[in-house]
C-alpha cells in the first residue's frame, strides 16, 4: 500500500480532504489517515467552513459503490477452487514416487478446499 502523504492532504480545501474520505469508504484503505481528515473536516466546519462536507461524502460513496453480484462471486471461487485443484494434482503428478493423484482431488469434499478465511 503507498504511503499517503497527509500533511499535505490536511493543509488542501475542504473538498479534497471530503474526497479522500470518499477514496476510504469505497477502497477501504487508509483508515488512520481518514480519521485524521474527519477530525480536520469537523475542526473546519466548528470554525465556520460552508461546505457541506456530509452530504458531499454521502453522494461520493453512492456514486462509486460497487455491484456485487454473490452468484459471480460463489462461480469465481468456484473456477479458482478447480484451477488450484488442477495445480496441485500436476504438481504431485511431477514428484517422483507420488503416483496417481487424481482420487485425492476428485474424491474432495467441498470443504476441503475451503478458501475463506
Known amino acids: 500500500m503507498k504511503?499517503?502523504?497527509i500533511k499535505a492532504i490536511l493543509k488542501g480545501d475542504t473538498k479534497n480532504i471530503a474526497a479522500f474520505?470518499?477514496?476510504y469508504r469505497v477502497l477501504g484503505c487508509w483508515k488512520e489517515e481518514a480519521k485524521m481528515c474527519m477530525i480536520e473536516l469537523a475542526k473546519?466546519?466548528?470554525?465556520g467552513d460552508t461546505f457541506d462536507f456530509e452530504t458531499y461524502i454521502l453522494e461520493g460513496v453512492k456514486n462509486y459503490q460497487f455491484k456485487i453480484n454473490l452468484n459471480e462471486v460463489i462461480n469465481t471461487k468456484n473456477k479458482f477452487k478447480g484451477m488450484l485443484s488442477q495445480s496441485i494434482?500436476?504438481?504431485m503428478?511431477?514428484?517422483k514416487g507420488v503416483g496417481k493423484t487424481t482420487a485425492l482431488i476428485d474424491d474432495a469434499e467441498d470443504d476441503d478446499l475451503d478458501l475463506e478465511d
Do not use: T, W
Not at 473546519?44 to 470554525?47: H, L, V
Open 3 to 5: 504511503k499517503i502523504n
Open 21 to 23: 474520505i470518499i477514496a
Open 44 to 47: 473546519r466546519k466548528a470554525e
Open 89 to 91: 494434482l500436476g504438481v
Open 93 to 95: 503428478v511431477g514428484i
